[in-house]
């Protein structure tokens, strides 16, 4: 019986370890290696490494001795091209602005230097390197991990007396994870009060209809979201049918601006999210019976007094189920804001995209990344809790 | 006494009457929009505004013989065939050992194989353009195909495990006793039983990849430009009745496959009834 078993067991793990293989193989082991980008700091420690082995010596405040400069010089000449020295730079310019062409005209100076390296070969092709400020960065950033990028999407930095936040003029990550935020907050309230009244007659029709209203529900949501979006494109465009109804109505006298701006985005987020929340408030609510609403109104309680008290919290569950997964899929969009939002419309998602194809800063990247994706766990944990323990309360 | 209750049940009626007709209001909305692109998809004009100048099926035309939307129209079925070939079976196997695995592992398993549904998908896919351009798959259908079936993997596990609760495992145990060598008994028995429910899971894989477009901006090449991505290109660029034409055939596909999992459902729902 027991090598019964254990056949069974084994039978049942090699059915799974394909898909378990599959999975990790090219979902998880790619999430988790971009997602380490954000604290990576081996390309640059790995461009210089004899200037990061002495660099610690220094204590910061003076002009470094020779040996520190000889190591930057033979560094930058060990360099196997202009790419790498590119890409050194435009890392060192993410710590400080003006680093890019600081490593570029050093790299083309030494090459073109003939004699000793050293202190004075090196601030002879750049003055800057005369700064203690330029040597810090090196010297802030001599480990194989660094927090720079995590700080930097929370308009942080690090300062010489710790962390500190940017100057205003600079800063933008709060000011997109509040927006974020404020946007899916929104388009979760809109979902749930037009989701609650469409799930409770949806659930208090007879069958028939409630079918039939199921299948016009279904119908978006299966359609694809790119295509709904289309089609709030040409519905909302300046010359598009909505607008042409408002004018028409004599509402309007010129076209509304509905689309490429936060209106548009509120619009066709709500209309994509929306059966998330319907499908499963209906599903809570058909299997809520009769029987407590009519009990509490047949002992005289008024129809506002039952609902409040009787009904809402019988259909609770459904509420924070459907509104979580509006809002949690909201957080992550990137395709509608895209295609209806203007530039101040943007998400998280959107900054993501930008700096993984446009600026090609890994480290922003995935450091967004890692932020969203801590929001998103962290939601599903909290609803999976709070569901076990309504499960616990029914019992 | 006498008046409060009907005014209770007065107010009651019209809020209930109320909730009805937004209710009404709101489910129009929530199909309208794909019902007004439709007409528009037909227009003889050049431009997508009302009222249509005549009817024409030309942006079809268009659509049909257009050599970019022709190609997108191809690369789409040729990565969502074999993302759903790949999908289904890999989650009917996966489906199938969770419900027999015995292990205190299980629950975990079971979540680590649906986190694609709850990563957002962004994320997913600027990993993937990061890895996969290390092992040197960005840009290639088979890129493409493992990168879908990671997504489509999740829904038929879903769908499969979903079948298999419902599954009287009796059925199994009798053809047993019966004298069925476990291959015939799941041959003819537990196959035929699931065999609904790993359908529906291949249309959900098939649709999870015909209209994917985020991984797909990421890890395809213009080589493998899709239907989506397509759409997606030509809705920056001018919005014209061909972009109405190519949305109404994405559309006709998800209506189709909705109506197929439905049918699906009912077959299912009948087989394993019948018991």
């Not at chain 1, 300062?159 to 003029?169: D, V, W």
């Not at chain 2, 528009?40 to 997508?48: F, I, Y």
């Not at chain 2, 999870?208 to 759409?231: G, H, K, M, N, Y």
């Not at chain 2, 998800?254 to 009948?270: D, F, N, P, T």
């Amino acid at each position: 019986m027991e090598r019964a078993d254990r056949r069974r067991e084994l039978v049942g793990w090699l059915l799974v370890a394909p898909s378990l293989l599959f999975m990790a193989f090219f979902f998880a082991v790619p999430i988790g290696a971009f997602l380490l980008r954000s604290v990576d700091n081996t390309d640059l420690v790995g461009a210089m490494p004899r200037t990061m082995a002495e660099i610690g010596g220094w204590n910061g405040q003076d002009l470094p001795d020779e040996s520190l400069f000889m190591a930057l010089g033979e560094d930058f000449t060990a360099l196997p091209d202009i790419t790498a020295a590119a890409s050194l730079g435009r890392r060192l310019n993410h710590n400080l602005t003006g680093y890019r062409s600081l490593v570029m005209r050093t790299f083309t100076g030494l090459r073109r230097h003939e004699g000793p390296l050293g202190r004075e070969a090196l601030i002879a092709i750049d003055k800057r390197w005369s700064d203690p400020a330029h040597w810090r960065v090196i010297q802030q950033e001599r480990s194989w991990l660094t927090p720079l990028y995590l700080l930097a999407s929370l308009d942080l930095e690090r300062g010489p007396e710790g962390i500190r936040t940017i100057p205003p003029e600079r800063r933008l990550f709060v000011d997109l994870l509040v927006r974020t935020a404020w946007i899916s907050i929104a388009v979760t309230l809109l979902c749930l009060v037009l989701g609650f009244p469409l799930a409770y007659v949806m659930a208090s029709s007879g069958p028939r209809l409630s079918s039939w209203m199921l299948v016009l529900v279904l119908l978006p949501f299966w359609t694809s979201l790119l295509v709904r979006t289309t089609a709030w494109i040409v519905l909302l465009q300046r010359n598009g049918l909505v607008n042409q109804v408002l004018e028409r109505l004599g509402l309007i006298d010129a076209p509304l601006t509905l689309i490429y701006n936060r209106l548009g985005v509120y619009i066709a987020m709500t209309h994509v999210l929306l059966p998330f929340l319907v499908l499963p408030l209906y599903s809570v609510m058909k299997g809520v019976g009769g029987d407590l609403t009519r009990a509490a109104a047949g002992l005289g309680a008024p129809p506002s007094t039952v609902f409040r008290r009787v009904y809402l919290p019988q259909v609770m569950p459904g509420i924070i189920a459907g509104c979580s997964l509006v809002f949690v899929l909201a957080l992550g969009y990137y395709i509608t804001p895209a295609l209806v939002g203007g530039p101040r419309d943007q998400m998280i998602a959107h900054f993501i995209a930008y700096f993984t194809s446009t600026s090609v800063n890994w480290g922003m990247a995935a450091s967004l990344a890692g932020i969203l994706l801590l929001m998103v766990v962290v939601l599903y944990a909290a609803l999976a809790r709070l569901v076990g323990l309504d499960r616990l309360k029914a019992r | 006494m006498a008046g409060a209750p009907n005014q209770a049940s007065l107010v009651e009626r019209l809020v209930f009457r109320g909730t009805r007709i937004a209710a009404l209001v709101i489910l129009v909305v929530l199909v309208a929009p794909m019902i007004v692109i439709v007409p528009l998809s037909l227009t003889s004009g050049t431009l997508l505004i009302y009222p249509l100048p005549g009817l024409s099926g030309r942006w079809y035309e268009e659509f049909f013989t257009e050599r970019l939307w022709v190609q997108a129209t191809w690369n789409s079925v040729l990565i969502a065939v074999p993302t759903t070939v790949l999908a289904t079976t890999l989650g009917t196997f996966a489906a199938l050992g969770l419900n027999r695995l015995r292990s205190r592992l299980v629950p975990a398993v079971a979540v680590f194989l649906i986190t694609p549904l709850i990563v957002p998908v962004i994320i997913y896919a600027v990993s993937a353009f990061y890895f996969y351009s290390r092992l040197g798959i960005v840009g290639t259908y088979p890129g493409l195909i493992f990168g879908h079936t990671a997504l489509a993997i999740p829904f038929v596990v879903v769908t499969v495990n979903a079948t298999l609760k419902n599954f009287d495992a009796n059925l199994l145990r009798a053809a047993l006793v019966l004298g069925a060598t476990p291959r015939q008994a799941f041959a003819r028995v537990t196959l035929p039983l699931i065999l609904p429910g790993v359908l529906s899971g291949g249309l959900f894989a098939f649709i999870t990849s015909f209209d994917e477009l985020i991984l797909t901006l990421f890890v395809a090449s213009p080589e493998q430009r899709t239907l989506p991505r397509q759409l997606w290109s030509g809705v920056q660029e001018t919005i014209n009745p061909t972009i109405a034409a190519a949305a109404v055939v994405l559309m006709l596909v998800s209506v189709l496959v909705m109506l197929l999992a439905e049918w699906l459902r009912r077959q299912g729902r009948r087989i394993q009834g019948k018991q």
